[in-house]
């Protein structure tokens, strides 16, 4: 069974100190969700006020059409995944994988036997039933963790940074794994985490905080490709979106970006002329060329070969960019290049504010 969430004006204060501030989300049954941001933004004391360990300054947490944020965390229908796995080391997997079932008395030992082979067996850590803690690599402990985490047939799965401990390779494997495991079971997930790329491939929609509040929350594709505010361009994609401070003017009946010399035409229509404005534009949609090609002349600063690409740092105007070329693109420090701008892909944010205006 899987439920929906709904968080309402949602508030945690620690003192003077609003940990989280007004927060409201609507998450669907079984859907995966992950609360991305950097350290400090509130993501981790939202899961837990989900969870119950935290209770709410203010607001209201319904999971279906139950009210629970005044509800003990055993009384919530939730499992939790940890970062540090919390498993017991003086148990076997087995025993780790069992224990949330020895707290309730009412299961009789044969069904709580059956279900932890069933949510070893889910996970692929069967074979592993006899083994301890320490026996076992990173990536087992974390599907262990999982394991223990479902047995009790929760409602909601909570995720709290599972995977930071895990080396490049198995984090990318454990990715995989509990996006997979998620959608075979059908179960509301909330996972959180400060990385982007983990947010962008599992999640079907991100919610984005900074100092407590919300700053988007959309699918990944919505994100990338229409930021609400300049912290949300910045922060998603890899490497990061490129700003240039500029004027938005009209001319000849269209809009252009003026940036010291470079006049960069637009698109997207934006919502007025703008004095002051950035104009924000992603590395893989700055194309380079030949010299005398595109819109501006520039000089390559940096080049950094990535294999099947180029991560290309030129200087045009006075502003350094950053661009991402083929691997047939050749150009050494000190060349010039041609840049063009892709118009469709340029993103106008209010200087002042930080809100998109196109």
Do not use: W
């Not at 069904?111 to 690599?137: M, Y």
Request: proline share 6%; net charge neutral.
């Amino acid at each position: 069974m899987s439920v929906r969430v709904v968080l309402e004006h949602l508030t945690k204060k620690f003192g003077e100190v609003s940990a989280v501030d007004d927060l409201e989300l609507e998450m669907h049954a079984g859907e995966f969700v992950a609360l991305l941001g950097p350290s400090g933004c509130g993501k981790t004391t939202t899961l837990l006020m989900v969870a119950g360990i935290y209770r709410p300054t203010s607001g209201a947490i319904t999971f279906g059409d139950r009210r629970v944020e005044h509800l003990h965390p055993k009384d919530r229908g939730i499992g939790m995944v940890f970062q540090s796995y919390a498993l017991y080391p003086h148990m076997t997997v087995a025993e780790n994988i069992a224990f949330p079932l020895e707290l309730r008395r009412s299961i009789p030992k044969a069904e709580r036997d059956r279900r932890v082979r069933e949510a070893a067996a889910l996970v692929r850590v069967d074979a592993l039933l006899d083994r301890r803690p320490a026996q076992l690599s990173g990536g087992q402990q974390q599907r262990v963790a999982l394991a223990r985490a479902l047995v009790k047939r929760p409602d909601i799965l909570l995720l709290d940074e599972p995977l930071s401990n895990l080396d490049a390779r198995l984090r990318h494997e454990m990715r995989g794994e509990i996006k997979r495991l998620q959608k075979e079971i059908g179960i509301t997930s909330i996972f959180v985490t400060h990385d982007q790329l983990e947010a962008l491939t599992m999640a079907d929609r991100v919610a984005v905080m900074r100092d407590g509040r919300l700053q988007a929350y959309a699918t990944p594709a919505e994100l990338y490709a229409r930021p609400t505010n300049r912290f949300v361009a910045e922060f998603i994609g890899s490497p990061p979106m490129n700003f240039l401070d500029a004027e938005v003017a009209a001319k000849n009946g269209s809009f252009v970006a003026r940036a010291g010399e470079l006049e960069i035409p637009l698109v997207r229509r934006p919502a007025r002329e703008a004095p002051e404005a950035t104009v924000g534009i992603r590395p893989e949609h700055l194309e380079l060329g030949a010299p005398g090609e595109g819109d501006a002349s520039a000089e390559v600063y940096i080049v950094e070969p990535m294999g099947r690409e180029q991560i290309v740092d030129v200087q045009v105007g006075g502003h350094r960019l950053r661009a991402i070329a083929p691997p047939g693109f050749r150009a050494q420090i000190g060349d010039r290049v041609g840049l063009r701008f892709a118009p469709e892909r340029i993103h106008l944010f209010d200087r002042a504010s930080g809100e998109r205006i196109a």
